[in-house]
């Protein structure tokens, strides 16, 4: 079955970085899109960043640009976000997630809290 599970969140002060990654199974990874979401507290969960399967080509929220950088390792099956310059309006669970036959799949989470 389609598992996907995040990892490397944390607390981070203003200005720092941290590196989340999603290791997946279950399904042939290397020819999906896969997509990072976050949701902060009391908001609506929103597209983080999205990187396709053939060209790891990316899209970035207008938010995030500059300062976030998505990839994949397709050999390891796990999709990374790589975040540097960290503000406090990131503070939010961030979930990966996967469109596979219709049907979406998500990851548990992984809470990234900046603060000082």
């Given at each position: ?28 990874f290397s ?8 949701q902060a507290p ?75």
């Amino acid at each position: 079955q389609v598992q996907l599970v995040e990892s490397g969140g944390g607390l981070v002060q203003p200005g720092g970085s941290l590196r989340l990654s999603c290791a997946a199974s279950g399904f042939t990874f290397s020819t999906y899109v896969m997509s990072w979401y976050r949701q902060a507290p009391g908001k609506e969960r929103e597209l983080v960043a999205g990187i396709t399967s053939a060209s790891g080509s990316a899209n970035y929220q207008d938010s995030v640009k500059g300062r976030f950088t998505i990839s994949r390792d397709n050999a390891k099956n796990t999709v990374y976000l790589q975040m540097n310059g960290l503000k406090p309006e990131d503070t939010a669970v961030y979930y990966c997630k996967l469109r596979l036959r219709g049907r979406e799949y998500w990851g548990q989470g992984t809470q990234v809290t900046v603060s000082s």
